[in-house]
C-alpha cells in the first residue's frame, strides 16, 4: 500500500504515519509529495493556538473522498518534545480515523502501537486520576474501544492486588537470567536460542561466565543492601541443560543472592516438554523452584511438526502429570493463537486438551511475525488464519478462561501481531507470576544476566529507562562477560548511590 501524506513535512511523524497505517495494510510506503502511483492521498492541515487543530481529507485512486477533524485544549507542557508529542497524537487520531472509515476496520486499541498499554492506566491511578476519568481520556485520546478499556482495568486492578506495593518497589530489583539453548530451533522464534546438540563446549564456557555474572551481581545487591523481588529463567529452555548443570546454577544462586528464601518468587520456564526429566524435577525442587512453565503452544500433531517442535502433544502431557507428581504446584502453559494451519477447531481442541490439565495460569499468545524469524522469511509456505478468525479465537479465549476461574493479569502487543491484538497471561487467583508484571509495567529495574538478557535500567528518582543488552550469541557471550558485568555495575552504581537513594 503507498499512501502519499500531504501537509506534514516534519520528519518526526513519520514513524507514526507508518505504524499506524501498518495496522491496516501488509506493507505501507509513505511518500511526503503528491505521487500518481499512490492508492492513497491523505492532506493534513494543523493549526495551532490555544487549541491543536488537525483536519485532513483522503482521496483514493478510485476517486472516493473521506474526511476528518480532531481539536484538542493544549496540555500544559515543559519542552518542544511534550508538545510536540500532542500534536502527534491529534495527527495519529485523524489519520487512523481515515483509515478506520476507509477500510471499515476498527482498531481496538486505537492509536496505541505500544507495547505496554496498561501501563498508560496505571500512571493515571498513580496520578489521582478517578477511574471514569480515566477510562474517558483513554477512549478520547487514544480512541481505545470500551472493550479494551475494560480489560486494562481488570489487569490493573489484578496486579495491584496481588503486588499492592507495586509502585514502591523501584528500592527492589528482580533479575532475568538467559539460558541461550533449546533443543531445536522453532520456526516462529527470534529469541536467542541455539541447538544444544554438539554444542558442550559451548554450554561449559557459557556456563562458567554466567555463574561469574551471578556472583559479581550477587555481591553488588549484598554491598548495597538491595533486595530481589523475583527471579526468572528464561531463554532459550533453561531445562535444556542437564540436572547436574541446573543443580549447580540453582546453588550459585544461593551462595550469590541475598536472602533467597524471601525472594518473592522464582519462576524456570521448562517451555519445552522434551527438556523435562525425573531428575531435573527433582533438582527444581530441591532449591524449592516456585513455578515452571511448560508449553504446548498447540495439541495438534502437525501444528508441532510444522513449526519445528520436535516434540508430541502426548510429551506435553506427559511431562505435565510428571512435574505435578512430582509436586510442582504453580504451571504455566503457553498457547498460541494462529499458528500455521490452525483455525477455530485447532484452537478449541487446544482449550478442550487445557481443561483436562488446567494449570494455575494459561499465556495465550496471538501469532507475531517477527522480522528475524524462519517463518517471516517464508511467509508464503505458512499458511495462518485471517484477522475475523483470530479476534473470534481470541474471543474464545477469553470466554474459555473467564468460565474456568482464570483472570487476566498482564497483557502486552508486539508489532506485526496477527489481527493487531495481544498477547494475555491468564491465572488462577493469586498464582499469578509477578515477574511478568515487573516486566511490564516497569516499575522497577530488572538485571539481565547470561545470553540475550536485556537489563533494563529504571531510575528510581525520574523513572527513566536505560536498555542494555547481553550478546546475543554464546561466542560473544563467553569473549565478554566481565566486560559486560562491569557495565551494569556502573550503571547500578550510578543509579543507586545518587543522594536520597531509595536503597
Ligand atoms: S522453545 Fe522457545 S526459545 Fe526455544 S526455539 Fe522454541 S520458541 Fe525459541
Redesign the pocket.
Known amino acids: 500500500m503507498r499512501i502519499s501524506i500531504i501537509g506534514l513535512e516534519d520528519a518526526r511523524f513519520d514513524r507514526q504515519l507508518t505504524l499506524i497505517a501498518n495496522l491496516f495494510f501488509e506493507e505501507t510506503e509513505i511518500v511526503k509529495v503528491l505521487d500518481d502511483e499512490a492508492n492513497l492521498t491523505i492532506k493534513f492541515r494543523i493549526n495551532e493556538d490555544n487549541h491543536i487543530k488537525v483536519s485532513a481529507e483522503l482521496l483514493d485512486a478510485e476517486g472516493k473522498s473521506l474526511s476528518s477533524d480532531f481539536q484538542k485544549e493544549v496540555q500544559p507542557f515543559q519542552t518542544d518534545k511534550e508538545y510536540f508529542k500532542q500534536i502527534k497524537n491529534a495527527v495519529a487520531h485523524v489519520h487512523l480515523t481515515l483509515l478506520q472509515n476507509w477500510t471499515g476496520v476498527t482498531q481496538k486499541w486505537g492509536i496505541l502501537t505500544g507495547v505496554r498499554p496498561t501501563k498508560l492506566l496505571h500512571r493515571k491511578v498513580q496520578e489521582g486520576v478517578n477511574k471514569e476519568i480515566a477510562h474517558q481520556q483513554l477512549k478520547e485520546e487514544y480512541l481505545i474501544t470500551d472493550e479494551k478499556i475494560k480489560l486494562m482495568q481488570h489487569i490493573v486492578d489484578r496486579q495491584l492486588a496481588i503486588v499492592p506495593d507495586l509502585y514502591d518497589l523501584q528500592k527492589e530489583v528482580s533479575i532475568y537470567i538467559g539460558i541461550p539453548f533449546?533443543?531445536?530451533?522453532?520456526a516462529?522464534?527470534?529469541?536467542?536460542?541455539y541447538a544444544i546438540n554438539g554444542r558442550q563446549g559451548s554450554v561449559d564456557s557459557f556456563l562458567g561466565g554466567l555463574h561469574y555474572e551471578i556472583r559479581k551481581i550477587g555481591e553488588w545487591l549484598k554491598e548495597k543492601g538491595v533486595r530481589i523481588t523475583t527471579v526468572y529463567y528464561g531463554?532459550?529452555?533453561p531445562t535444556s541443560i542437564t540436572a547436574e548443570e541446573m543443580d549447580m546454577l540453582y546453588e550459585e544462586m544461593y551462595d550469590s543472592f541475598p536472602d533467597v528464601e524471601t525472594i518473592r518468587e522464582i519462576t524456570v520456564e521448562a517451555?519445552?516438554p522434551d527438556t523435562i526429566t525425573p531428575e531435573k524435577l527433582e533438582v527444581l525442587k530441591k532449591w524449592k523452584i516456585d513455578r515452571i512453565s511448560i508449553?504446548p503452544q498447540s495439541y495438534t500433531q502437525e501444528t508441532l511438526k510444522a513449526i519445528?517442535?520436535h516434540h508430541t502433544v502426548k510429551e506435553t502431557i506427559d511431562k505435565y502429570h510428571l512435574a505435578r507428581e512430582m509436586g510442582m504446584n504453580n504451571i504455566n502453559m503457553d498457547l498460541i493463537i494462529g499458528l500455521p494451519g490452525e483455525g477455530i477447531t485447532e484452537f478449541k481442541h487446544s482449550l478442550a486438551e487445557t481443561e483436562k490439565l488446567m494449570p494455575e495460569s494459561l499465556t495465550v499468545h496471538t501469532l507475531s511475525f517477527k522480522r528475524a524469524s524462519e517463518m517471516t522469511k517464508n511467509k508464503d509456505k505458512y499458511k495462518v488464519a485471517g484477522r475475523d478468525e483470530v479476534e473470534q479465537m481470541m474471543n474464545l479465549a477469553t470466554e474459555w478462561t473467564e468460565s474456568h476461574g482464570y483472570a487476566p493479569y498482564y497483557l502486552y502487543r508486539q508489532k506485526n501481531i496477527l489481527g493487531n491484538l495481544e498477547n494475555v497471561g491468564y491465572a488462577f487467583p493469586n498464582q499469578e507470576s509477578i515477574y511478568n508484571i515487573m516486566i511490564m509495567e516497569e516499575q522497577q529495574t530488572i538485571i539481565g544476566l547470561g545470553c540475550g538478557a536485556a537489563s533494563k535500567f529504571i531510575d528510581p528518582h525520574t523513572g527513566k529507562i536505560t536498555q542494555f543488552a547481553n550478546p546475543k550469541d554464546p561466542k560473544t557471550y563467553n569473549e565478554s562477560f566481565e566486560t559486560y558485568t562491569e557495565q551494569k555495575i556502573k550503571i547500578l552504581n550510578e543509579l543507586f548511590s545518587q543522594k536520597g537513594s531509595p536503597a
Open positions: 533449546c533443543p531445536t530451533k522453532c516462529y522464534c527470534t529469541f536467542p536460542a531463554g532459550g529452555t517451555g519445552r508449553n519445528g517442535r
